[in-house]
C-alpha cells in the first residue's frame, strides 16, 4: 500500500501551513518554502494557487494523488456540491474517523494503528485506512489490544470530539453519528479551488 513517508516539516513548509503540531515551530523559524530557492519570489498565478490547494487537501488526509483523482470523480457524479462531497469523503475514511475520535495523537498514528489491525467497525476486523464508514457505525479497539495504552494516551489530549461523532474514552468506543455538514469540518481548506482545478 502506497504512502508518503518523507518528512511532513517539509510538506508543511511547502505549504505553508502546519500538517503536524510539531512543524508549527519550525514554521515560525522559516516561513518560507523549502530548498534553494524557497526565499525568492513566486509568481503567484491561478493555476498556482488551485494547486496547492489541491496539494494541501491530499497530504492533510495522507492521500495519493491517483487515490485522490478517484475521490474526486466520485463527488463529482453525487448530488450536491461537488467540493462538499469531496471533503465528505476523506472525512469519512477509517483513518481519519479514528483520529477525529480522539484515539490516536496524530493521523499518521490513527493509519498505523488500523493498518495493525487495532479497530473494529460493528464488531468486524477492518484494517484498510481508506473504509468508508456510515452514519450508525460503531468504531471499538479491539479487545486485548496491546495499543490501549497508546489510545488511552491520547484521548488524555483530546480538548473536543467533532460534533459529527460520540465517543466513549472509558469504553475506547465511538460511533458515527451522521455525515458531517461542511460547517463541522475544520480542514482549512478552500474545497472550490480544488473543483475548479479539475475542471479546466
Known amino acids: ?107 499518521r498514528q490513527s493509519r498505523q494503528l488500523v493498518n495493525h489491525g487495532h479497530f473494529r467497525v460493528n464488531g468486524k476486523k477492518v484494517d484498510i485506512p481508506s473504509y468508508q464508514v456510515k452514519p450508525d457505525d460503531v468504531i471499538t479497539l479491539k479487545q486485548g489490544s496491546n495499543a490501549e495504552g497508546v489510545v488511552r494516551a491520547a484521548t488524555e489530549l483530546v480538548a473536543a470530539v467533532a460534533p459529527w461523532l460520540q465517543a466513549d474514552y472509558d469504553a475506547l468506543n465511538g460511533k458515527v453519528l451522521k455525515a458531517p455538514e461542511r460547517g463541522e469540518i475544520d480542514t482549512p481548506v478552500s474545497e472550490q479551488l480544488i473543483v475548479e482545478l479539475y475542471s479546466k
Not at 453525487?78 to 469531496?86: D, K, R, S
Open 1 to 107: 500500500m502506497a504512502r508518503y513517508t518523507g518528512p511532513q516539516v517539509k510538506q508543511s513548509r511547502r505549504e505553508g501551513v502546519a500538517l503536524t503540531d510539531k512543524a508549527q515551530k519550525y514554521l515560525d523559524r522559516r516561513p518560507y518554502p523549502p530548498g534553494e530557492h524557497g526565499r525568492g519570489r513566486i509568481r503567484q498565478s491561478e493555476y498556482l494557487l488551485q494547486l496547492r490547494e489541491k496539494q494541501k487537501t491530499r497530504r492533510f488526509y495522507g492521500v495519493l494523488e491517483k487515490q485522490f483523482r478517484r475521490y474526486y470523480a466520485k463527488a463529482s457524479r453525487q448530488p450536491g456540491i461537488t467540493g462538499e462531497n469531496l471533503l465528505r469523503m476523506l472525512e469519512m475514511r477509517l483513518d481519519n474517523v479514528v483520529y477525529r475520535l480522539g484515539f490516536a495523537a496524530t493521523p
